[in-house]
């Protein structure tokens, strides 16, 4: 045999030569589940090691990962019924805590974090709908106005990156204009380039008790099948001025991050959403996979696919394996 691949690998140093992918802690964004109120942290039971959080706690637990090298978070809020209606008033209403709780971050750490917001109206909408409701339709261009003023009131209250997860089209493009219109020029814009309709969503919608209440996702979340669309998608962002492009979720569609990072000279960034965590937490419960090792496998797989920014429920405690050296 003239080439034997074996070779290269016979000792860890050798191997190290061969290392193609390390994921780094600064490519990490740890996802937050707030809610309004003082010293709760309720544990979301989908997602063993996740919590709601009222602000106080939220604070001391971003002081953690500070300590880690954790500094970018992307904040979600769990809102009350009693505040949901059809247009989302809640979410640019100056009490809102999710909004204050921007402020709150951004008096105490400034730049020292990066935090990332959710532009949708489903955490906030009476039919757990991202867009406006109409009958048994999703309204678009009337959705827009709504998601622009939430993005503005998000910037207004500090926020580094704005993070429009609905799928309406255009909406990028709109959020951008209005927040140049209002000086926001330099606040980001993630977008939720190739979100899909998936199943994968499920703990979160439990977390944040915002699943629709009638019908599904599908005619704005795509479908799983489909890959062009994803590129078509990926061009509009483009153009429309996102300054990263999201895939959701990240596991099942590493194909998907693969293509978007070939075809755009922009950040790709990947969302490791609720239902991989969960699935992967639940096997390490039984015994039946180690964590250690398989949590940064997959933190691994989507850095390979081509993620530059990674969100992740993991972030922390992948954070936590490095610097005990579990992982390099
Ligand atoms: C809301 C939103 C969802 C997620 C992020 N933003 C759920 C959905 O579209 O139903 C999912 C994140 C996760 O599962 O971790 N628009």
């Not at 490519?27 to 959080?53: A, H, T």
């Not at 209440?213 to 062009?228: C, E, I, V």
């Not at 990947?270 to 699935?279: D, H, R």
Request: hydrophobic share 40%; net charge negative.
């Amino acid at each position: 045999m003239e080439r034997r691949p074996r070779r290269n690998r016979r000792t860890a140093i050798t191997r190290g030569f061969l290392q193609e992918t390390v994921v780094q802690t600064s490519n990490l964004v740890q996802p937050f589940f707030l809610v309004d109120g003082k010293k709760i942290k309720d544990e979301v039971k989908s997602m063993p090691g996740n919590y709601r959080m009222s602000v106080d706690h939220a604070l001391l637990e971003m002081e953690s990962c500070l300590k880690l090298g954790v500094r970018s978070f992307i904040l979600f809020p769990a809102v009350a019924d009693k505040f949901k209606d059809k247009f989302a008033t809640y979410s640019i209403d100056e009490a809102n805590f999710y909004l204050k709780a921007f402020e709150t971050f951004k008096s105490k750490f400034g730049d020292d974090v990066c935090l990332i917001t959710d532009v949708a109206m489903d955490p906030y909408s009476s039919d757990g709908h991202d867009g406006l409701v109409q009958g048994d339709t999703i309204l678009n261009d009337a959705s827009l106005p709504i998601l622009g003023e939430m993005a503005l009131a998000q910037a207004r209250a500090g926020a580094d990156i704005i993070g429009p997860s609905d799928m309406m089209d255009g909406r990028v493009g709109y959020i951008r204009e209005t927040l140049d219109d209002n000086g926001f020029e330099d606040v980001g814009i993630m977008s939720y380039t190739a979100k899909y309709a998936s199943a994968f969503y499920g703990p979160f919608r439990d977390a944040l008790d915002s699943a629709p209440k009638k019908g599904d996702k599908k005619t704005y979340q795509m479908d799983p099948a489909n890959k062009r669309e994803a590129l078509l998608e990926a061009e509009l962002d483009y153009m429309e001025g996102a300054d990263y492009m999201m895939v959701k979720p990240a596991l099942p569609y590493l194909d998907i991050i693969h293509i978007l990072k070939e075809n755009f000279n922009i950040p790709i960034a990947a969302y490791n959403v609720s239902g991989e965590c969960s699935m992967l937490t639940a096997a390490c419960q039984n015994g039946w996979l180690d964590y250690n090792k398989a949590m940064p496998e997959m933190l691994t797989s989507i850095k390979r696919a081509g993620a530059d920014v990674i969100i992740s429920y993991f972030a922390k405690s992948f954070a936590e394996l490095k610097q005990k050296g579990i992982v390099e």
